[in-house]
């Protein structure tokens, strides 16, 4: 039942096109308000998405055996977060923002498709079909965790951009990803509590303290734990901890024993980018009510 609910999942995402650039209305408004206030962000997300192609090296090295269905769901997938890189990348053109860092063709530190050596060696021990497993649940549940904050995200930026007045932006840039956002997260979260159930109660112990030990928010390791602090905070405001604990709420549904609640760790992770060197700059408020 659930396997047929994940497929039918996959096939949609397939049918669901990535977005094409020339749909995106970049004519913004008032350019100036975009660039003062967004630069950090919209560089940083072009960056986190852009950097699915290694997303993808790091889960295959990870995982050799990932199933057919996952192996599907990460084309789709992947193909999807290169098209919101791409729009970011051409709003960024289109405000007149410079180079973004790490050259003038790229927009992350790294956009080579090359697995990281700590995948390819934890890949090594995936050969054991016990770990194999823990790893999956790790892979799906952080995949959750991360398209839920992503989703809110944009749901946070089209609500400070609609308070500038730039409808048509939203319209056609943050509202069409952040239901892409809202698809992916589905996909994942379904596929964490099935493969989760074929598990022991040792594997998910084991899946849920490396999360918790290993989590840092979406992009931290693209772009750097004090750019997550800034755009983060930048982002949700006030309403920082609603968004946090709202991954943590994910974390629990997919690693929780139902028993003990998991500790704070995502406000840990994020408390952590946010005590750094340089950290968030206080923003002009837009006058946006956060949906
Ligand atoms: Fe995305
Ligand atoms: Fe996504």
New binding site residues.
């Given amino acids: 039942m659930r396997a047929r609910e994940l497929d039918t999942r996959v096939r949609r995402l397939e049918d669901d096109p990535p977005i094409p650039l020339d749909s995106v209305d970049l004519m913004v408004r008032n350019p100036e308000p975009l660039r003062h206030r967004f630069e950090e962000i919209f560089t940083y997300i072009a960056a986190v998405e852009r950097a699915v192609t290694r997303n993808v090296a790091d889960i295959t090295a990870l995982l050799p055996d990932l199933g057919e269905r996952d192996t599907r769901f990460l084309a789709a ?1 992947s193909a ?2 290169l098209a919101h890189a791409d729009i970011f990348d051409a709003l960024r053109g289109q405000l007149g923002l410079g180079p973004p860092p790490g050259g003038p063709d790229q927009t992350g530190p790294d956009r080579t498709g090359r697995a990281r050596l700590s995948f390819r060696l934890f890949g090594v021990c995936s050969t054991n079909r016990w770990l194999h497993d823990v790893f999956t649940l790790i892979y799906l549940s952080r995949g959750a965790m991360h ?1 839920h904050m ?1 989703f809110d995200c944009y749901r946070h930026l089209g609500a400070q951009l609609t308070a500038l007045g730039e409808d048509a932006l939203v319209r056609t840039a943050t509202d069409p990803i952040r239901r ?2 809202a698809s ?1 997260l589905g996909y994942y979260r379904l596929a964490a509590a099935t493969h989760r159930r074929r598990l022991s109660p040792a594997q998910v112990r084991l899946a849920r303290r490396v999360t918790v030990l290993t989590y840092e928010p979406v992009g931290a390791g693209e772009c750097g734990r004090g750019p997550a602090g800034r755009v983060f905070t930048g982002l949700a405001g006030d309403d920082m901890d609603q968004v946090l604990d709202a991954v943590e709420a994910v974390a629990a549904e997919l690693l929780g024993d139902g028993d003990r609640p998991l500790p704070h760790f995502v406000h840990a992770a994020m408390d952590g980018c946010l005590r750094l060197p340089g950290g968030p700059r206080p923003l002009e408020p837009t006058g946006a009510r956060w949906p």
């Fill in positions: 997938w999807h977060e398209e992503t892409q956002e992916h």
